[in-house]
């Protein structure tokens, strides 16, 4: 079963990454490929808190869920857009373990259960120009206004359990404006060609493990009360990721932290797009871009 959703997103902390491209395709099936920047693809970790999802028809039952997610950046030659820019999920933990239990019923996805934690360590007022957009008290999932301030506008630490065994830790803080700086190592020329590669996602690809057809989520999709995406800077003074740091398949691979980015409180809708059927069955591994065309 799928259901269009409407939800509160209530705040997102996205952790984004380059790494080699050629270990990451082996986490993207076919016929998907990673997409990638002079020779690096772009694993991200995304830590939003939902509330209120329920039916688009219906509207009830609503219920509420923190997220981890892995999430690759790839491409997908549609039947209906073309090559198409999206993402992969290649994890997603879910907390509370009766809401897994339920969105694993009713959705295409694998969820895992798991616990998530997120501690404010501090806050602080928006820098001169910096507004908060959703009431006077500094809380998590408040939306800050873009400034030219230096922030921080408040700070959090995150844990992620998985199987009683660590899966993310991280140390954030929110500014009220946008990165000028790149990490040493970066794949990026500037911090305006980060932002462009991470703020146009408007799609989800699961392909069904017989190679023969991919279910397309559509994510940005607008409602009446839509709002696009309000990134601002994430700082990361400390981030561990189990998948990434502590897995043999990027053993030896350098993994850069990429210009990471914070989402506060907007109203968000998911829809299900018609499942596209392939004219083959798709099986083998995963592709780097570059080695054989989209198909």
């Not at 992969?88 to 996805?109: E, H, K, N, Q, S």
């Not at 899966?167 to 020329?189: H, I, M, Q, Y």
């Not at 109203?267 to 080695?291: D, F, I, S």
């Amino acid at each position: 079963m799928r259901f269009d959703v409407y939800a509160d997103l209530d705040h997102l902390y996205m952790l984004n990454f380059s790494v080699d491209a050629a270990p990451l395709a082996k986490l993207v099936p076919p016929p998907l490929r990673v997409l990638r920047k002079r020779g690096r693809g772009f694993p991200s970790i995304v830590l939003p808190s939902i509330k209120r999802l329920r039916p688009v028809v219906t509207r009830f039952p609503a219920v509420d869920y923190e997220l981890c997610g892995l999430r690759i950046l790839v491409e997908y030659g549609s039947q209906n857009t073309g090559i198409t820019k999206g993402i992969y999920f290649a994890r997603l933990i879910m907390d509370p373990a009766w809401v897994r239990m339920i969105a694993g019923l009713v959705t295409p996805f694998d969820f895992e259960a798991g616990h998530i934690d997120k501690r404010r360590t501090e806050t602080a007022a928006p820098a001169a120009g910096g507004v908060a957009t959703a009431g006077a008290a500094p809380e998590l999932g408040r939306s800050i206004a873009a400034s030219a301030g230096p922030g921080p506008a408040h700070r959090c630490q995150i844990t992620v359990e998985q199987g009683g065994k660590p899966f993310l830790r991280a140390d954030v803080s929110v500014e009220t404006g946008f990165p000028d700086k790149l990490t040493p190592g970066s794949v990026f020329t500037d911090s305006n060609e980060a932002l462009a590669t991470y703020n146009d996602i408007s799609y989800g690809f699961i392909p069904s493990s017989s190679g023969t057809e991919v279910k397309v989520l559509q994510i940005a999709d607008p409602h009446p009360n839509y709002v696009a995406w309000p990134l601002v800077s994430l700082a990361v003074d400390d981030v561990w990721v189990q998948a990434l740091h502590d897995a043999p398949l990027f053993e030896g691979s350098r993994i850069v932290l990429e210009p990471s980015f914070f989402v506060g409180r907007l109203p968000r809708y998911w829809r299900w797009l018609q499942t596209e059927r392939l004219a083959e069955p798709v099986r083998g591994e995963a592709r780097v871009p570059g080695n054989e065309p989209v198909q």
